[in-house]
C-alpha cells in the first residue's frame, strides 16, 4: 500500500529548510523544523515569516490562513522530537560528512518505517544512504530555490532505494503541488547537471573578457527570456553551493567545463555569497546603473550595414525613422559603405574578416539581433571605442538592448544557449533521463520559458549544430563538439529531437 506522510521533520532551516517546511504547511501536513542552536532557529523562524509575510502583502494569504500554516510548523533544537516523523528531509550544508553523521543519527532516532530524504544539490544519495542501517528507505528529494515557487521536485533513487519508494515521494510532491521527476543518482541530477554547466560557462565568459557581469545578464534574460541572468541566479543560488556542485559534477565528469571558474572560487574564499551575505556578483549596495545618454550617436549621420534580405531591410527603415542615412552592401562588395560614419556587420558569427577589407576598420562592428528585445554589439580588436559607443546608442534608439561583447564565435546568447543544448542532448543521447523529464526539468525547475530540447526543436537542429561546430572550432572544447545523436539527425533530416525521443 502506498505510504503516507502526515508528519514531516525538516531538518535545517536556512534559505531551503525554511522554504520547503513552509511548502509542506501549506499542503496541510505537520512540520517539525528542527535547526542546530537557538540562534539557527530564530533565523529559520525569520525566514518563515518573511516569506509567508510577503503572501499576505500582496493578498495572495490571508492573516487567518498564514497563522494556520507557521501553527503547523512546530520548531525546535532537538532532533529526538523526530521520533514519530513518518519523513524527514535533510538540507543541511552540502558536507558528505555533516549530512553522514547527521543520517546516522537520524536512522538511531527515527522509527523504523520513516523515510530519510535529503535535499542535496549534488552529493551522492546513495553514500548518504549507506550511513544508515535502512539504506532502502533514503531517497533524495530536491526541491528548487525558492521553494515555495519553483514547482519541481526531483525524487532521486538509488540502485538500493526499495520498490516502490520513489513513486510514494513522487505522490507526495504532487500533493505538495508540484510536479516530480525521477532521476539516478548521478552528479548533479538532471536540472543542477544541465543547469551549473551553463552558469559556470557564464562566469568562464565573464572571466574571458568576452563580455560584463550586466551585459551577460540581460543577454540571457531578456535576450533568450529566462526569469534571472546567470549571475543574478548564481547570487540567488549562492556562490558556495554553486562552487560545491561544479566541483563535484567535476569530480564525476571530468568535463573541463564543470570545472568551478576560479572568479567562483574567489568570491566564495573572500565570504561573498550572493544574496545570503548580501553580496556575491552583485551588492545589495549597488544602486542601479548609471542612465547613459545617446552621445555617441549623435556624431553619426550614416550608417553603412553590410547584410541582406529582411533584417537588413527592417534596419535600413528603422534607421531611416529614427533620422539616419542607411547605406547597405553585402558581403561581396563592401564599397557601398567604405565611408560610412559607422558600420555595422549583420552577423552571427565573428566579422574581423570583414574589418580588414575595408578602409576605416575602426568604424566596424558586428550586430547580432536575437529575438525581438536584444541585439549583440561585437567589437574586434580594431573597432574603436567611439564606433562601439555609438551603435550601442544605435541600438537603444531602435528599442533594443544592446550586450556588448568580443567578436568572438557565438557571441553570447548563442555560446551559452548552445552549449548547454548540446549538454541536454547528452544527458538524452546517455539514456539517463527522458525528453520529457529533461524539459520539465528546466521549465519548472528553473522556469525557463521552455525546456532545452523544445528549444531545440524550435531553433533548428541545424543552426544549433552548425553554431557548436563554430564554436568547437574557435575554442577547441570538446564538449562544444555536436553530440553524435545530434550530428546524426540532421544528417538524417530528421526535424525534431523530441519526436525522435518519442
Ligand atoms: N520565497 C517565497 N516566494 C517568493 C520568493 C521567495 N524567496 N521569491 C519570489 N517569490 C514569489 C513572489 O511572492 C511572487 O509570488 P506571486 O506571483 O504569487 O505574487 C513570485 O514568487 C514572483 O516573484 P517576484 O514578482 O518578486 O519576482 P520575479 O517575477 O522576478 O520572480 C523568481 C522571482 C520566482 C525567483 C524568478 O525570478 C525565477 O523563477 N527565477 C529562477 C529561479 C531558479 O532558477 N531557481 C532554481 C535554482 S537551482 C536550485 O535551486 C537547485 C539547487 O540545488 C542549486
Do not use: W
Request: aromatic share 4%.
Amino acid at each position: 500500500m502506498a505510504q503516507t506522510f502526515e508528519t514531516v521533520g525538516v531538518v535545517g532551516l536556512g534559505t531551503m529548510g525554511a522554504g520547503i517546511a513552509e511548502v509542506f504547511a501549506r499542503a496541510g501536513v505537520q512540520v517539525i523544523g528542527v535547526e542546530a542552536d537557538d540562534a539557527a532557529l530564530d533565523r529559520g523562524r525569520g525566514h518563515l515569516d518573511r516569506s509567508t509575510g510577503r503572501a499576505v502583502t500582496k493578498g495572495k494569504l490571508t492573516e487567518d490562513d498564514r497563522s494556520e500554516i507557521l501553527g503547523r510548523i512546530t520548531l525546535t533544537t532537538s532532533r529526538e522530537d523526530l521520533a514519530d516523523a513518518d519523513l524527514v528531509i535533510e538540507a543541511i550544508p552540502e558536507i558528505m560528512e555533516f549530512k553522514r553523521g547527521l543520517f546516522a543519527d537520524l536512522d538511531r532516532i527515527c522509527k523504523p518505517s520513516a523515510v530519510l530524504a535529503t535535499n542535496t544539490s549534488s552529493l551522492s544519495v546513495t553514500a548518504i544512504a549507506a550511513s544508515t542501517s535502512r539504506p532502502g528507505r533514503v531517497i533524495g528529494m530536491h526541491f528548487f530555490n525558492p521553494a515555495p515557487v519553483m514547482k519541481l521536485v526531483e525524487v532521486v533513487h538509488t540502485v538500493v532505494t526499495d520498490d516502490g519508494l520513489a513513486d510514494d515521494i513522487a505522490a507526495l510532491a504532487r500533493r505538495l503541488g508540484k510536479t516530480p521527476i525521477t532521476a539516478g543518482d548521478r552528479a548533479g541530477f538532471v536540472v543542477n547537471r544541465l543547469l551549473l554547466g551553463y552558469l559556470n560557462h557564464a562566469c568562464a565568459l565573464l572571466e574571458s573578457g568576452l563580455a560584463g557581469r550586466d551585459d551577460i545578464d540581460a543577454a540571457m534574460k531578456l535576450g533568450v527570456g529566462l526569469p534571472m541572468g546567470p549571475f543574478t541566479l548564481l547570487d540567488l543560488i549562492g556562490l558556495d553551493t554553486s562552487y560545491e556542485v561544479c566541483e563535484v559534477l567535476f569530480r564525476e565528469t571530468r568535463d573541463r567545463r564543470h570545472a568551478p571558474a576560479p572568479v567562483l572560487r574567489e568570491l566564495v574564499t573572500a565570504g561573498l555569497l550572493g544574496r545570503k551575505t548580501g553580496r556575491g556578483f552583485y551588492s545589495d549596495a549597488e544602486g542601479a546603473p548609471a542612465a547613459e545618454g545617446d552621445r555617441r550617436a549623435a556624431s553619426v549621420s550614416t550608417v553603412g550595414i553590410v547584410g541582406a534580405g529582411p533584417e537588413a531591410a527592417a534596419l535600413v527603415a528603422a534607421l531611416d525613422g529614427a533620422g539616419f542615412k542607411a547605406v547597405v552592401a553585402e558581403n561581396s562588395d563592401l564599397a557601398p559603405v567604405a565611408d560610412a560614419d559607422v558600420i555595422v556587420a549583420l552577423s552571427d558569427r565573428p566579422i574581423v574578416e570583414l574589418a580588414v577589407r575595408i578602409p576605416h576598420p575602426d568604424r566596424l562592428a558586428g550586430l547580432h539581433l536575437v529575438g525581438d528585445d536584444v541585439a549583440e554589439v561585437a567589437s574586434t580588436v580594431l573597432t574603436s571605442e567611439e564606433t562601439a559607443g555609438a551603435v550601442r546608442d544605435l541600438v537603444k534608439i531602435l528599442g533594443r538592448t544592446p550586450v556588448m561583447c568580443g567578436d568572438r564565435a557565438e557571441f553570447v546568447v548563442n555560446a551559452l544557449l548552445y552549449a548547454y543544448l548540446n549538454d541536454a542532448v547528452r544527458m538524452l543521447e546517455s539514456g539517463y533521463a527522458s525528453a520529457g523529464d529533461i524539459d520539465t526539468g528546466m521549465r519548472l525547475g528553473c522556469g525557463y520559458p521552455a525546456g532545452p530540447l523544445e528549444m531545440l526543436d524550435a531553433i533548428g537542429l541545424e543552426t544549433v549544430r552548425d553554431g557548436l561546430r563554430a564554436l568547437y572550432a574557435e575554442y577547441r572544447e570538446p564538449s562544444f563538439a555536436p553530440v553524435p545523436l545530434l550530428d546524426q539527425l540532421v544528417t538524417a533530416g530528421v526535424p525534431s529531437i523530441r519526436e525522435y525521443a518519442g
